[in-house]
């Protein structure tokens, strides 16, 4: 069982910058592909970005160039850069780890965008 937990959502003014975090539980981190995904209300949920064992990165092409993922494999945390933000970018945030045989989501965080 691996357990995430995200944090580091909030209200931020559009052109404004938050970063997310997702730690996780367990041993074999670093074998999982990290993903962060994203809900809005009303909407279905979409892959925002998502990191391979190695660190290569892949983006949703609306947050092309605005957001960065990475990950810490001593730390077990997988992170998202959110820079300027949009109102459009408004959505509860998951986190999610998938490997051989495993599929876990985090519980997810609220990701805000309004003046």
């Known amino acids: 069982q691996v357990q995430l937990v995200e944090s580091g959502g909030g209200l931020v003014q559009p052109g404004g910058s938050l970063r997310l975090s997702c730690a996780a539980s367990?041993?074999?981190?670093?074998?999982?592909?990290m993903g962060w995904y994203r809900q809005a209300p009303g909407k279905q949920r979409e892959l925002v970005a998502d990191i391979t064992t190695s660190g290569m990165t892949n983006y949703a092409d609306s947050v092309k160039g605005r957001f960065t993922g990475s990950r810490d494999n001593a730390k077990n945390t997988v992170y998202l850069q959110m820079n300027s933000l949009k109102p459009e970018d408004t959505a509860v945030y998951y986190c999610?780890?998938?490997?051989?045989?495993?599929?876990?989501w985090g519980q997810g965080t609220q990701v805000t965008v309004s003046s």
């Open positions: 999610r780890a998938t490997g051989i045989g495993i599929d876990y």
């Open positions: 367990g041993s074999r981190f670093s074998s999982y592909i």
